[in-house]
């Protein structure tokens, strides 16, 4: 069996903000876009919280989403009650070239970052008010292997940077 090929996937403002009131605070087109490009054809793992504020399971990859309401659905999804029952999912279901992404909310992505092998980064180089938060993680276990720069046509020409980071010693 091959290892599990698990990645985490966050939009982040400067001031670590990824949420607020269950939304993006900013609208960044780019990011989307960039986002359907890497999850296309993929699983994609989140919080009932992030799959609610989406509204809908995303077409073209398999959608897990990890709620301890025991009754939950999501029609069109995979609805579980643990983050081991999703892995166990993902290993079940993926093939050796699968990329399993972790897309949010902050519980999830506190859980997963110790186990995740590559963290793909929307920075945003500005600060926004928000109540949900990235967890802090050292820097300095991570080798950053891909960096682009953007400037948005729209939001005051809001600078942010699509950025790759491997785990040192990480199986590739």
């Known amino acids: 069996m091959t290892p599990l090929r698990l990645s985490l996937l966050v939009a982040m403002a400067k001031n670590r903000v990824i949420g607020r009131n269950n939304q993006l605070p ?3 087109p780019a990011d989307l876009k960039h986002f359907k490009f890497l999850t296309m054809g993929q699983t994609i793992v989140m919080g009932r919280k992030t799959f609610e504020s989406i509204g809908r399971p995303l077409p073209g990859r398999a959608n897990i989403i990890i709620t301890r309401q025991t009754d939950y659905e999501a029609p069109g999804a995979i609805v579980v009650n643990s983050l081991e029952d999703a892995l166990l999912i993902c290993e079940e279901n993926g093939s050796h070239d699968s990329e399993h992404f972790i897309i949010g909310g902050e519980k999830l992505y506190r859980q997963t ?4 092998q590559r963290i793909y980064i929307t920075e ?4 926004f008010e928000g109540d949900v938060y990235f967890p802090e993680f050292n820097r300095a276990d991570w080798e950053e292997v891909q960096r682009d720069k953007h400037v948005s046509e729209k939001d005051d020409g809001l600078e942010f940077h699509f950025v790759v980071l491997e785990r040192k010693g990480a199986v590739k």
């Open 124 to 127: 945003i180089q500005r600060d």
């Open 113 to 116: 970052i110790k186990i995740c």
């Open 26 to 28: 900013w609208h960044l």
